[in-house]
């Protein structure tokens, strides 16, 4: 199923803007800073398309399907979310949703059961303190049932155009420990230690960057190194 790039609000300039400190600049220090402005100079001209892969219209959409896609990959979730949609189109509507038809809706996903609760409640919490609506501050998202600070990035990012912080996944924390730019294993750490090396403005966008690397190129137990156009500056490359 081909990704859709829906209209998105536009940009917040107030919350683009860095409010000081070396990540708002996309200042890094020593030599990781130099290979992180190289390696996102080199993945913009590679991957001039990169963009959100989960399908969606709105924040309610986008907010349900990354959800779904904890533990899964966004081409099972594109399959499942047409139906989920058209039988729940609206947060009020997922909130009077029974537990067992959602668990059915979605048991292709895997841990189905944890999903759809924190589906329900999810949206029962929109309903309930927000007017049916999804927020667009990090604090409220993280407050919702089934929402981590991952997921809240990737609403933030990718529909308000919110540049909070950096969506580390499995490939994102694979390649930016193969690039040497962390050596963290927990995710938050990673975001936070990558959140110093790229600029504000594209802390949203490096996430897409490397999860399409990832994907085609620096695919794990199997990097394509001879076609990696970051292997210049990749110190574990295999050639």
Known sequence: MTSRKPARRPPSPARERGTGGEGARGRGLGGEGARARSVLRVLK???????CALDHKNAYQLLAATILSAQCTDVRVNLVTPELFRRYPTPAALARGSQGEVEEIIRSTGFFRNKAKNLIAMAQALVAEHGGEVPDTMEALH?????????????????????????????????????????????????????????????????????????????????????????????????
């Open 45 to 51: 001209r590679a991957y001039p398309d990169a963009h």
């Open 143 to 239: 407050a919702l049932p089934g929402v981590g600070r991952k997921t809240a990035n990737v609403v933030l990012g990718n529909w308000y155009g919110i540049n909070e912080g950096i969506t580390v996944d499995t490939h994102v924390t694979r390649i930016a420990r193969l690039l040497k730019l962390t050596k963290q294993t927990d995710a938050v750490k990673i975001e936070r230690e990558l959140m110093a090396l790229f600029p504000r403005a594209d802390w949203t966008l490096i996430s897409h960057l490397l999860i399409s690397h990832g994907r085609a190129v620096c695919i794990a137990n199997r990097p394509k190194c001879g076609e990696c156009v970051i292997a210049p500056h990749c110190p574990s490359r295999l050639i």
